[in-house]
């Protein structure tokens, strides 16, 4: 007999589902908003959702699914993605996983909360993590766009990660990953994409005072620059590139140092700040933040984005590229 849940999916997805237990089957929702699940309050409705709490669950799930064809596709906090107005098709995985062993090589479920994880290494007097401090977010998804700040990326602690990989499990070096700055190679794949159940990050003993002062400078920073409406954090990924860092009037000397464009930099200096779609903002205190005002859709979104894109270009010649991802139905 068929499960009530997959009544109504294609036959060869009904196929692909029915042999998982009914923990898993019972729990299938339909047509769930997926603007709940995500920081910028914004996109349609997922045709099927699952919210995975146990690593091992999660495992069955997802190699069920990469083996039966069924469209699938994990989101960690929804702190870095942009749904569409009409959903997306298929499977989306809310990875609620969060189990822990912090150590100095610490094994944590891709669900964990990276904040969480900053505060329990503090904890355990361990440092590595201070960076970490305001980004929202799982582990998961930190790792899919090798998530970073002042200085600290989360490829730099990546020992070993627990992946599922058209439909085998597998544990894999960073390499894999193919990382670059806010990078990796599950962000061009999204043909067969991965599954990342959870990851071993390498922690060094520290000094609990130190740690602490670190991560409260860091905080301090980020409370005087970003905005505090939904987004889904800096929109465009910064340019790295001394030579134009060097000949670009107006930009301060750190970043020129390091050689760096910041997105900000150029949207701020096109006047963009404050500029409107519906109620999607340029956030008037931080130009890289695209904010939602209240009603905003996902169209208004990235309408807005690409306004931005084509301004910058125009002014500058300089193409900037998304570090917030467009999922779903577009
Ligand atoms: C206020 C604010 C500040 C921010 N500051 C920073 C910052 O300083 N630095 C920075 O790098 N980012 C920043 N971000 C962006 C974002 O928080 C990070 O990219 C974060 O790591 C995303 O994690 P997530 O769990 O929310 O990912 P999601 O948005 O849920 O997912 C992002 C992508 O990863 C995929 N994914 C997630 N989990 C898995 C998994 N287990 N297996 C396979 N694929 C998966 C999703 O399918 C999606 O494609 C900020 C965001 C906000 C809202």
Same mark, same amino acid.
């Given at each position: 007999?068929?499960?009530?849940?997959?009544?109504?999916?294609?036959?060869?997805?009904?196929?692909?589902?029915?042999?998982?237990?009914?923990?898993?089957?019972?729990?299938?929702?339909?047509?769930?908003?997926?603007?709940?699940?995500?920081?910028?309050?914004?996109?349609?409705?997922?045709?099927?959702?699952?919210?995975?709490?146990?690593?091992?669950?999660?495992?069955?799930?997802?190699?069920?699914?990469?083996?039966?064809?069924?469209?699938?596709?994990?989101?960690?906090?929804?702190?870095?993605?942009?749904?569409?107005?009409?959903?997306?098709?298929?499977?989306?995985?809310?990875?609620?996983?969060?189990?822990?062993?912090?150590?100095?090589?610490?094994?944590?479920?891709?669900?964990?909360?990276?904040?969480?994880?900053?505060?329990?290494?503090?904890?355990?007097?361990?440092?590595?993590?201070?960076?970490?401090?305001?980004?929202?977010?799982?582990? /998961?998804? =930190?790792? *899919? &766009?090798?998530?970073? +700040?002042?200085?600290?990326?989360?490829?730099?602690?990546?020992?070993?990660? @627990? $992946?599922?990989?058209?439909?085998?499990?597998?544990?894999?070096?960073?390499?894999?990953?193919?990382?670059?700055?806010?990078?990796?190679?599950?962000?061009?794949?999204?043909?067969?994409?991965?599954?990342?159940?959870?990851?071993?990050?390498?922690?060094?003993?520290?000094?609990?005072?130190?740690?602490?002062?670190?991560?409260?400078?860091?905080?301090?920073?980020?409370?005087?620059?970003?905005?505090?409406?939904?987004?889904?954090?800096?929109?465009?990924?910064?340019?790295?590139?001394?030579?134009?860092?060097?000949?670009?009037?107006?930009?301060?000397?750190?970043?020129?140092?390091?050689?760096?464009?910041?997105?900000?930099?150029?949207?701020?200096?096109?006047?963009?700040?404050?500029?409107?779609? /519906?109620? =999607?903002? *340029? &956030?008037?205190?931080? +130009?890289?933040?695209?904010?939602?005002?209240?009603?905003?859709?996902?169209? @208004? $979104?990235?309408?807005?984005?690409?306004?931005?894109?084509?301004?910058?270009?125009?002014?500058?010649?300089?193409?900037?590229?998304?570090?917030?991802?467009?999922?779903?139905?577009?």
């Amino acid at each position: 007999m068929i499960h009530p849940q997959l009544k109504l999916l294609p036959v060869p997805w009904q196929a692909a589902l029915s042999p998982l237990p009914p923990t898993i089957l019972s729990a299938l929702r339909t047509e769930e908003p997926l603007k709940m699940h995500t920081t910028l309050r914004v996109g349609g409705p997922a045709q099927l959702f699952y919210h995975a709490q146990s690593r091992d669950l999660l495992a069955q799930l997802a190699i069920a699914v990469q083996q039966g064809g069924v469209p699938v596709m994990v989101l960690g906090d929804g702190s870095n993605v942009c749904f569409s107005d009409r959903g997306v098709r298929g499977l989306v995985i809310r990875n609620g996983c969060t189990n822990a062993t912090v150590a100095p090589r610490a094994d944590v479920d891709a669900g964990h909360s990276l904040m969480r994880l900053f505060q329990k290494s503090l904890n355990a007097e361990l440092t590595g993590l201070e960076w970490a401090v305001g980004i929202p977010g799982t582990v /998961g998804g =930190a790792l *899919v &766009s090798n998530a970073g +700040a002042y200085g600290g990326n989360i490829c730099d602690l990546v020992s070993s990660i @627990d $992946v599922i990989e058209r439909g085998e499990r597998k544990t894999v070096s960073p390499d894999w990953m193919e990382f670059s700055y806010r990078d990796s190679r599950l962000r061009r794949d999204d043909t067969r994409p991965a599954i990342l159940l959870g990851a071993e990050l390498e922690l060094s003993s520290g000094n609990r005072r130190e740690i602490r002062l670190k991560a409260r400078d860091i905080q301090y920073q980020r409370i005087c620059k970003q905005p505090w409406e939904p987004s889904a954090g800096s929109f465009f990924k910064n340019i790295h590139d001394h030579a134009l860092a060097d000949s670009m009037p107006g930009l301060p000397p750190l970043f020129k140092q390091r050689g760096v464009v910041t997105s900000a930099f150029l949207i701020d200096k096109c006047g963009l700040k404050g500029f409107r779609i /519906g109620d =999607a903002a *340029v &956030s008037a205190r931080h +130009a890289n933040f695209i904010v939602n005002m209240g009603a905003a859709t996902a169209a @208004d $979104v990235r309408a807005l984005a690409a306004t931005v894109r084509s301004t910058v270009n125009e002014r500058f010649g300089i193409s900037l590229e998304e570090e917030v991802l467009y999922s779903g139905d577009w």
